[in-house]
């Protein structure tokens, strides 16, 4: 299968907190955990046991392996429905420069 990604797919041992926006920006969920199957700069694949609806945007806190905190925006895109939950696909759509780069400066030092 061609890869499509604009980006390489990293894996990541790390937990992700999320939290709801609404239209008006409010939040709606307190934080929900889940574990990352994989991070890129372009987005993020995690798997819940929680269903989360295509099309909803989150704030979110992912805690990476040097233990910063990098805070994004994403949209979820795709939803597969798994024996234990859910595994969610989703963009980044929004994300500092400076956070995009420490995800670019891990995926150099994987590659090594």
Same mark, same amino acid.
């Given at each position: ?33 889940? #574990? ?7 987005? &993020? $694949? ?5 269903? *989360?609806? %295509?099309?909803? =945007? ?25 024996? #234990? ?7 980044? &759509? $929004? ?5 995009? *780069?420490? %995800?670019?400066? =891990? ?6």
């Amino acid at each position: 299968m061609e890869e499509k990604r604009r980006h390489k797919r990293l894996d990541l041992d790390v937990s992700v907190e999320l939290e709801r926006l609404d239209e008006d920006g409010v939040t709606t969920l307190k934080y929900i955990h889940v #574990d990352v199957t994989d991070i890129s700069r372009s987005g &993020i $694949g995690f798997t819940s046991r929680k269903k *989360l609806e %295509i099309g909803t =945007y989150y704030d979110t806190k992912i805690q990476i392996w040097t233990k910063e905190v990098v805070d994004a925006v994403i949209e979820i895109v795709r939803c597969e429905e798994t024996a #234990d939950g859910y595994k969610y696909g989703c963009e980044f &759509i $929004g994300m500092s420069d400076t956070d995009a *780069l420490k %995800i670019d400066i =891990y995926q150099i030092f994987n590659d090594i």
